[in-house]
């Protein structure tokens, strides 16, 4: 979402403006254009030449050395962020003050925005930065954090800038379209594990990456995201409410208490088929256990099928070949409105990759192929078939 795009990166005098040299390569790396101005105390941290030798453009720093340069960058830019943005920046910007290169753009720039804000816990706290942060809210800006834990000073609070990556993800869902306000998506991720005893389990190998990254574009494009997670070493994406489940009826249950609130649900989850006929708290004999009962588990899908009223049900279906009938089958018997056939056997598709290889099946009976991608890219268009059921209601 921020491919071609031109950042506008404001870096004030905080100890945190070393950060800013990694904001700025991150946001290169999606794609964007970044032009870095600077206030003097900020120069105080970092050099403007460091920034220069990142982004390769000059770095703004002087008010008067171009006295329309206020004017033209505000104009030029897409999105301006302020990482990171003090106490004193804050409170400047909140009263319209413009005695620094910085604060006349901000007053000429008219875009999304968003502030990082980095300074002691109890500056962070006093009543008037507090008023300032809230009344920019207010007005649309994004306030990423800020975090809590070890400061410059030595002492422990709330006042530490965020994550670069938390910002970086703060300005895609800035710049994406919020299409799916509105909305509120159960998305289910990654495995189960079926107990044996207290050492082995019956699971299988998807690593949660395409339901990961169906909940990060979902947040994205502004739906309320709630993911029911099986045991995945993923990163949960921000600003989503995850909820873990480590068997196949840990997450029935947690699907099935959080369907109430849902518009749509999307089951990208490879619930195991199979529970041992045996759950013991001790470790198993190998040389006692000469074979082993398995009993089917709950097929949540197909529930969710019979209860799912006006949701829109997204399904998915790992097979060994495009079979595309089977897959049809499947949507015919559990209800669903979309479902997501993988090829397996595919390179580049399945399991524990960052790519996918997808074939659309529609409920009233289109079928898309789609070219390997990455699976953020899946994901939107899998949340695509969402947005049209949504602009058709």
Known sequence: MLSGSNVLLGITGSIAAYKAADLARRLMDEGAKVNVVMTDAACRFITPYTLESITGNAV????????????????????FIIAPATANTINKLSCGLADNLLSCLWLAYDGPALMAPAMNFRMYKNRTVQSNIKNFKKTGVEIIGPAKGSLACGEEGKGRMSEVSEIVEAAISVMSPHDLTGHKILVTAGPTREQIDPVRYISNRSSGKMGYALALAAKRRGADVTLVSGPCSVDPPHGVSIVYAETSDDMEKAVFKHLDKATAVIMSAAVSDFRADLNTKNKLDKNIVKSLKLNKTTDILKKLGSRKGKRFLIGFAAESGKNVKRASAKLKEKKLDLMVLNDISQEGAGFDTDTNIVTLIHKKGDVKDYPIMKKIEVAHIILDCLKKKKGSS
């Open 60 to 79: 703004h720093v002087d008010l008067f050395r171009d006295p329309y340069c206020h004017i033209h960058l505000a104009a030029e830019s897409d999105l």
